[in-house]
């Protein structure tokens, strides 16, 4: 075997280009920002935390490749974990969307309460942290973002006291993990904000978990499952305190499952605990039942009933399987609505602006359907199908453009590597992706136009990329199977290996790209301001 060839060779020859993108990085920032200026000493400091800190992720990033190699699904669960560490902490405290709604349920369960308590009253230091953070408060409050920290560590050493904060969610099982991380910090007598970095990792661990188990039953579209799972705003929103973590984590595994090569009891029950859980927080989960069509039902034994048994038609089978996971699913949703009727004391919730009523919404959307079909068009040709909008952090004020812009390549190119796999996949699979991509865009943009837009605007509100995630994976594996029927893939050509693990070739990228993101929002937070 030639040197090159070994991988500890390639990884040590790129160690000095770490050191070196490190090094240039503080470069920029001292000759743009005028980062350290005036501190003697600063500069070299900086640049040796940096490269330190380069070289941790680097030794972590060959430690997860050479030791995990054997197992693709843990090893892409730990560069999840990996480049999700730079969202945790390139973003300030409760500046993801709706972070402080979340954080005060994870709090209060890591609390061991419960129940949904409408004046529950929090510690001074959680009403301190939710009083000079939640809000975009790089734009908002004076002194910034570095204002926001003195006067919270101020208000700590003083025993400020600050109005007592409130959330109007009522969930319990999406924030489960964040609770776990929030308990152990309360143990360890934590302040507020420590307790709300170790929720946000709880929830980071959590979702790459739940990726790695949607990898494990997943056979066809890995790399493109990859490059979605990494693109910086799922890391961005698992690496906060937000349900989203739970939500996309079982989307994840529901569409692993139906794309697995086996249907048992064991994995149609998964299917319907999935989208019972999924179904409670969005109903937009009902857009991936047609994804169940594509379990191989028509396997001379499906595994549903007992060898010997005489197996009913393919058909019959899918109908049943769809039968199953609804039931189960509805089922799961209603005792979970059940239980959050019994534990809480929250009145009727009301809407931001007084002049959306869902109800009087959905009649005249039924009555005018010509219209809101050209307003469900136009928004979509204005968010561009919220592809170029994978950039848009913080509280939606943080946008950076180029992430905006290179997101959806890097998704693409995940594509392209599957085009092997998606010539190869029957036509069905397509159809069937595209029908639940269009479902997902239809029920997000309609939910969003119930929710957040008055019925008299032309335009739908409130959209955002994260919601779409599943429907972006939907779309590029009927892309994956255009390119390779393009290139006549389809045919087996002899004498040339046929690739069919492309995920490999995407992982490296989209982990490299995600890191680039969570620096550039660091850069945004912290540098520029």
């Keep these: 075997m030639r040197l090159w060839e070994k991988p500890w060779v390639r990884w040590l020859c790129g ?22 200026e005036g501190m003697p000493g600063s500069a070299a400091v900086l640049t040796a935390a940096v490269c330190g800190m380069a070289s941790l992720l680097y030794l972590a990033a060959f430690l997860s490749a050479h030791f995990l190699r054997e197992n693709p699904a843990l090893k892409t669960a730990a560069f999840i974990v990996l480049a999700g ?26 609390g061991g309460n419960f129940l949904f308590d409408q004046q529950e009253d929090y510690p001074d230091d959680v009403d301190l942290l939710m009083h000079y953070f939640n809000g975009p408060v790089a734009h908002t409050q004076e002194g910034g973002l570095a ?28 924030y489960v993990p964040q609770a776990a991380g929030v308990a ?27 990726c790695g188990a949607a990898l494990c039953f997943a056979k066809r579209f890995t790399a493109i499952f990859t490059a979605v799972m990494l693109c910086p705003i799922a890391l961005f929103i698992v690496g906060s305190c937000s349900s989203d973590g739970m939500f996309l984590g079982l989307s994840w595994i529901f569409i692993g499952v139906c794309l697995s090569d086996a249907v048992t009891p064991k994995r149609l029950a998964v299917l319907a605990l999935c989208f019972g859980i999924t179904f409670y927080a969005k109903f937009t989960t009902l857009a991936l039942l047609p994804l169940i069509t594509l379990l191989p039902f028509d396997a001379a034994d499906s595994g549903i009933l007992p060898h010997g048994k005489k197996q009913p038609s393919p058909a019959a089978r899918c109908g049943c399987a769809l039968c199953v996971v609804l039931a189960g699913g509805l089922l799961t949703a209603r005792l ?33 359907l010509p219209r809101y079909a050209a307003v469900f068009c136009y928004t979509l040709y204005r968010d561009g199908l919220c592809l170029f909008s994978m950039g848009n952090f913080g509280q939606l004020d943080v946008k950076i453009e180029l992430v905006n812009t290179v997101s ?42 119930m929710t957040c837009t008055p019925v008299t605007l032309p335009e739908i509100n409130g959209v955002q990329a994260r919601y779409l995630l599943p429907a972006f994976f939907a779309l590029l594996a009927p892309i994956a199977m255009l390119m390779g029927r393009t290139m006549g893939l389809q045919e087996p050509r002899r004498g040339k290996p046929q690739k069919t693990q492309p995920a490999p070739q995407v992982l490296y990228p989209s982990f ?10 660091f850069q945004r937070y912290y540098i520029e301001a």
Excluded at 15 to 34: E, K, Q
Excluded at 512 to 521: D, E, M, N, R
């Design 85 to 110: 560490l730079f969202f945790v902490f390139a973003n300030p405290p409760l500046q993801a969307p709706d972070e402080g709604e979340h954080f005060l349920r994870a709090y209060s369960i890591g």
């Design 184 to 210: 152990l910090g309360r143990l360890a007598g934590a302040d507020a904000m420590t307790c709300m970095y170790l929720a946000r990792i709880a929830n980071l661990i959590a979702y790459a978990a739940m």
């Design 336 to 368: 979970l609505n059940g239980y959050t009727a019994l534990a809480s004391n929250y009145g009727s919730f009301e809407y931001f602006d007084p002049n959306i009523d869902p109800a009087a919404q959905v009649r005249f959307i039924f009555s005018n």
């Design 15 to 36: 160690y000095p280009v770490a050191l070196f993108c490190g090094a240039a990085l503080v470069y920029d920032w001292r000759v743009i920002y005028a980062l350290g």
């Design 408 to 449: 959806p390549l890097v998704l693409l190119f995940a594509a392209g590597c599957s085009a092997l796999e998606g010539a190869r996949a029957p036509r069905k699979t397509g159809w069937v992706m595209g029908a639940s991509a269009a479902l997902l865009y239809a029920f997000t943009y309609t939910g969003m136009y």
């Design 147 to 174: 204002g926001g920290y003195r006067r919270y560590a101020q208000g700590l050493a003083e025993g400020a006291t600050a109005p007592n904060a409130g959330t109007l969610v009522q969930q319990l099982i999406p």
């Design 512 to 521: 490299l790209w995600a890191a680039v993101s969570a620096v550039l929002l």
